[in-house]
Structures are given as C-alpha cells and as structure tokens.
C-alpha cells in the first residue's frame, strides 16, 4: 500500500505563491505518474496537474496553466506543486494522488488514480 501525504498550504493574498508537497510512503514500487487535485466547499473535485513518471510529460487544467508548476523527485517520493500569481478562485483544499505501479502516463481521470493523501488547505484571501 501507498500512503501519500501533502504539506505546505497555507493563508497567501491574491498574487503570492505557494509550495505543495506530497510524500510518498509504504510500499512505494516505481514507474507510476501523479497528480494534484483540488475541491472547494460545495463543488466537484476538479483536476489541476499531473506529471508521468518520468517527469517530462505535464498536464494542466486551463485555469492555471502558466501560473502553477508540478514536478516530482523521485529518489525522494516526493512530488511537488509550485503555485504562483494565486487567486481568490485557487482557494481549495488540495489532494495529491498517484496512480499504480506501472501506470506512467499522465491523465486528468480522477478515477484513474489509486492512491489519495488526506489533502491540504489553501486559502488566498483578495
């Protein structure tokens, strides 16, 4: 088994940034792509980024592409959401997910993904 969990959120105004990390756990075996989501009160979990396994295929919801950066480090199972020129509309609570081993491209299907941290809140005030 998996256990992921994200750290770094926090209280930021409009137009500052954040880092989010998410380390991995447990029975951590390779060759598995990942990705960020998040959910505010009352709405759909909705996809923000993925990364592939080996990092050089990313995926972005058009909503912050050229705003937000995913990377991951893998020797340290940790992956990372790089989050700049923040909105009041950001605020959510972040979750990182992976997929299973050997699942190496990267999608935007939350159902395609096995393993959920607990998630982590990220309030920008205007």
């Known amino acids: 088994q998996v256990q992921l969990v994200e750290s770094g959120g926090g209280l930021v105004q409009a137009g500052g940034s954040l880092r989010l990390s998410c380390a991995a756990s447990g029975r951590t075996f390779s060759f598995y792509s990942k990705g960020w989501f998040r959910q505010a009160p009352g709405k759909e979990r909705e996809f923000v ?57 990267v999608t935007d299907a939350s159902n395609l993904y ?3 941290g607990q998630g982590t809140q990220v309030t920008v005030s205007s």
């Open 114 to 116: 096995a393993y959920w």
């Open 49 to 105: 980024a993925a990364i592939s396994w080996g990092g050089s295929n990313t995926r972005y919801a058009d909503s912050v592409k050229d705003r937000f950066t995913i990377s991951r480090d893998n020797a340290k199972n940790v992956l990372y959401l790089q989050m700049n020129s923040l909105k009041p509309e950001d605020t959510a609570v972040y979750y990182c997910a992976s997929r299973r081993s050997g699942e190496v491209t």
